[in-house]
């Protein structure tokens, strides 16, 4: 019988695993350039951290791996993380809160349990947290910075779609729910679900009328987001300090020339954001997503420190990717044969002298070269070295590694 892998998980070929490596550093070049720094933290990580206050909502909490870490006779329950924000922050409240503002970024792997086996289970992010600065430059900044990397992996039309957690909770505070009523209808929008503050607005003809406009913001730019604030000014005024805050992000962006859709009733899927959400699509496919989470690090015993970040989601945007954009990545690949027993010692010199120039070299191991198309055979008479291109049907003889060098590089680009 053979052995299966776990449900959920996933494995990755040689080829998708130079595109994995290949998607991970144009965002790790990217974040690297614009100041951020990498951090790691643990696969493990106590439950309480996500249940805490201002963390995952109910729907997340459902999906998490947890299990009993036991120490001696007592155990502390743990999980493999669900999230990467979290732990970050956590690194951040734990041992560098006395350097003040931070650019840090991660590439993780997250853990959320699905029923549905076709779902993975096991997901890859890239990640960017700027923490300690309150400017809405912010908001501006992590979005030109996610656009960059998805820019520079050669992907298109990519669609910014917004929202507000704040101007979300100040419409259910309107709404005169109860607090149980307000976290139930808060998780179920940030867990997708876009009816549910329509819903509820039913139950009043008035406030229905109110929340019609902005839910009707679907597709709409700021323009028509300034256009409502005065109506809202007289009707509902406790949403005036988060729809600044929304109008202040969005003209950023306006000046910036970034193009965007605002969508108040979505969100996703983490009740720590307090600001601005922003998400990216493409053709559909959700591939990354951030916005700005200010309770988080205080509900850790952090202090009042600001914080926003965002994550590119690798697993989906891999399938994006073009091949071609992949392909032009790839080193030239030589293999290094030996024409008899006693040039052995040189062939790992000659091998050594490829990699030194930027090769990949091979050492032939009873003629099992197979997919390259440069084979060096190196013997101990003139010719000393013999390169073999397959694909021109060619063979070139030469008596120094320079003189290889060169021929190779002459012909690198074919």
Known sequence: MKIQRCKGMRDLSPSEMAAFRHVEGICRDCFLKWG?????????????????????TPGMLGKVYSFLDWDGWSGER????????????????????????????????????????????????CGAELIGAESPIVGAELITLSLEALKKLGLKDVELRLSHAGLIKALLEKLGLSSEEQHRTFDLILDGDATALAEVGRESPELERLLRPL??????????????????????????????????????????????????????????????????????????????????????????????????????????????????KSQARVLVKAADVDTIKEVFKVANTLRQAGYIAEIDL????????????????????????????????FNTMTDVLKSLEANRAD
């Open 36 to 56: 951020y720094q990498e951090v790691r933290t643990p696969t493990i990580e106590y439950l309480h951290l996500f249940t805490s206050a201002g963390t995952l």
């Open 78 to 125: 743990v999980v493999l993380r669900p999230d990467g924000t979290i732990p970050v922050a956590r690194l951040y409240t734990e041992s560098l809160q006395d350097k003040g503002l931070a650019r840090l970024f991660y590439a993780a792997n997250v853990f959320r349990f699905e029923e549905a086996g076709e779902k993975p289970r096991e997901r890859w992010q």
């Open 215 to 328: 839910l009707s913001l679907k597709g709409q730019t700021a323009v028509f987001l300034r256009n409502q604030r005065t109506l809202f000014t007289s009707n509902m005024p406790e949403i005036i300090p988060p729809l600044d805050d929304f109008l202040e992000t969005v003209a950023l962006l306006d000046n910036l020339g970034i193009k965007y859709r605002i969508n108040i009733a979505s969100g996703a899927g983490f009740e720590y954001y307090t600001g601005v959400i922003f998400q990216f699509f493409i053709g559909g496919e959700k591939v990354g997503g951030g916005g700005r989470y200010d309770a988080l690090i205080p509900s850790m015993g952090g202090g009042d420190v600001p914080a926003s970040g965002f994550a590119l989601y690798l697993d989906n945007i891999i399938g994006l990717v073009k091949p071609e954009t992949l392909a032009g």
């Open 366 to 397: 009873d003629g099992q070269g197979k997919g390259i198309d440069r084979i060096l055979e190196v013997r101990q008479k003139e010719p000393v070295f013999t390169l073999i291109d397959s694909r021109k049907s060619t063979r070139s003889g």
